[in-house]
């Protein structure tokens, strides 16, 4: 785009915000380096949005994370944030890397990342089978459902109110869907989602700010793209918290605060580190997040939606969130009449 088209773009931009903004703020933004920022910050916006999806669709239903159908419903968006996070992998973050460095360079960069993601598991809670743990678990769900100390005396058992009740229906209403081992592992699954997608959106952030930099419609085009793609990964953080946790206030904090690593690295390579810039080395670095991002769906989101929904479910959710990822980024690219990679 020639200097004349992106000041018009920019001048057709600001006058559409005109109504909605107050003036200092028009000023700012009439900044490129400012506006090419704040394009990056709203990019990294889908990632809290998927979090507040998730918390919305949660409370409408009234859905209780201690719940069976929750945990299904749980396998179910875990296997459509794996499909979706699979598609960008492998159909948009290693195709611009073998064009821009070569494939045998690339594949170097998405194995060292998978390496890095093995790193990562070790490092953040790691697993272990805890199977004494986990019987005491599974003995604790027995004696609630109905032991011989949940059954003893029947209808004669007496709450301190000096009433009699019966045992059997009381604790039936309180049964449990998740041990506190499964709330463990959903915890786990969550926070190295966490970490991953961070790693993630460092790079893809500083991506958005150069290309607004250079070309004002080819950013916001990929700032559209991206706003969309980070949703699901949003929920992939969100869902096993709320599973977990049943909180929406740490939901919403842990998936606004993941969205933010892409304004950091806006801060941190953009403004920081901006002589070592270069299309080659945002390259490098959004191989090797492909493959932990190929990691976290295969290693810890598929398995987690097929153990709450089965095999059937998750796999359909799992190619469906393909499907939707295509039709959305290529709607954007139809809206804006080229392509964003």
Known sequence: MTGSNETALQGVLLDALTPYLPPYILTLLSDKYILAFTISLIASMGTFLGGIIVCVLAKATGADPRSKATAKLMGVLEAFSAGVMMYITC?????????????????????????????????????????????????????????????????????SKGEKTDSSTTTTTAEPALSAKERRDLLRSSLITFVALAMHNLPEGLGVYLAALSDLRLGTQLAVAILIHNIPEGMAVAVP??????????????????????????VAGGWLLHGYLSPQLLSRCLAGVGGIMACISIHELQPT?????????????????????????EAVNEWFGGHAH
């Open 91 to 159: 159909f948009d973050l290693i195709p611009e890397a073998v064009e821009s460095i070569g494939s045998r360079e690339a594949m170097f960069w998405f194995f060292g990342g998978v390496a890095v993601f093995g790193v990562l598991e070790e490092v953040i809670m790691p697993s272990h089978d805890h199977d004494e743990e986990d019987g005491h678990d599974h003995e604790h769900e027995k004696t609630v459902k109905g032991s011989p100390k949940g059954k003893k005396g029947g209808k004669n058992n007496v709450n």
């Open 241 to 266: 918290l709320y599973a977990a946790t049943g909180n929406t206030t740490s939901v919403l904090w842990w998936t606004l605060l993941n969205g933010l690593a892409e304004p950091l690295g806006v």
């Open 305 to 329: 939606a097929i153990r709450y929904s089965g095999k059937t479910i998750a796999t359909s959710a799992f190619f469906g969130g393909m499907v939707v990822c295509f039709g959305a980024l």
